[in-house]
């Protein structure tokens, strides 16, 4: 089983609209989770840490459930700069991150 | 203030080439990692260095790869000999040791072997 796991998409969304989507952790040990960003051909750049309490980033919202051990994140007012790939990140020790393999999200005019 | 440098940006040879990806790290960051990218794996940690000092080699695929860090602000990473599956993106990454636990990538260094 992998650690992180991650729907793909693509998630095709209009302008404006809202996306949502979420991933699994296998190791109810993890210490942090993040959500990083990464576009086409670039590298990962980290978009937020999640809390356990949830917490938003401006149009970005990102969720917690540590007994279910899943994470989410949210987008509202989607624009077309938001088009990129989202991983999911779990910090399974003091120096490990394991990544998922990223959620595709492409926002269409 | 600059980001994490790789080098080259770009990296086409033939099997059983030998290559020599780089990184220079973001000044005053005290870890170091090598990740690995390719569609069917994902992002995967290859070896990481706390203060110059390699601590967990254990996601090098094999003996064909070594990775040394000489000194704070560089690092190399060597395939020898390569071979087509070690085609991928070779991403740097360092972090802080203190502070938010936020690691910056280089922009990464795309290899093909043929």
């Known amino acids: 089983r992998k650690e992180v796991e991650q729907d793909p998409g693509p998630f095709n969304v209009p302008e404006g609209a809202t996306v949502a989507f979420n991933c699994t952790y296998s190791?109810?040990?993890?210490?942090?989770f993040f959500w990083y960003r990464q576009d086409c051909r670039k590298e990962p750049k980290l978009l937020m840490s999640?809390?356990?309490s949830g917490n938003e980033d401006g149009r970005f919202t990102a969720q917690l459930n540590r007994a279910s051990q899943y994470i989410s994140l949210l987008i509202r007012d989607s624009k077309l700069s938001d088009s990129a790939t989202y991983l999911c990140?779990?910090?399974?020790?003091?120096?490990?991150?394991?990544f998922g393999a990223g959620t595709t999200v492409t926002v269409r005019a | 203030d600059a980001g994490v440098i790789q080098s080259p940006r770009h990296e086409v040879t033939e099997m059983g080439q030998e290559v020599t990806l780089r990184c220079k790290p973001i000044?005053?960051?005290?870890?170091l990692f090598w990740y690995r990218q390719t569609m069917m794996r994902g992002l995967e940690l290859l070896i990481y260095?706390?203060?110059?000092?390699?601590?967990?080699d254990s996601g090098m695929p094999e003996d064909r790869f070594s990775a040394k860090m000489p000194n704070a602000s560089f690092s190399t990473l060597k395939i020898q000999p390569s071979e087509p599956r070690d085609s991928a993106v070779y991403f740097c990454?360092?972090?802080?040791?203190?502070?938010?636990?936020?690691?910056?990538f280089g922009e990464g260094s795309r290899l093909t072997v043929l």
């Open positions: 990454a360092s972090r802080s040791g203190t502070g938010v636990w936020e690691l910056f």
């Open positions: 190791n109810s040990a993890s210490q942090s």
């Open positions: 999640v809390y356990s």
């Open positions: 990140v779990v910090r399974l020790n003091d120096y490990k991150l394991s």
């Open positions: 000044s005053g960051h005290d870890y």
């Open positions: 260095f706390n203060n110059n000092v390699p601590i967990d």
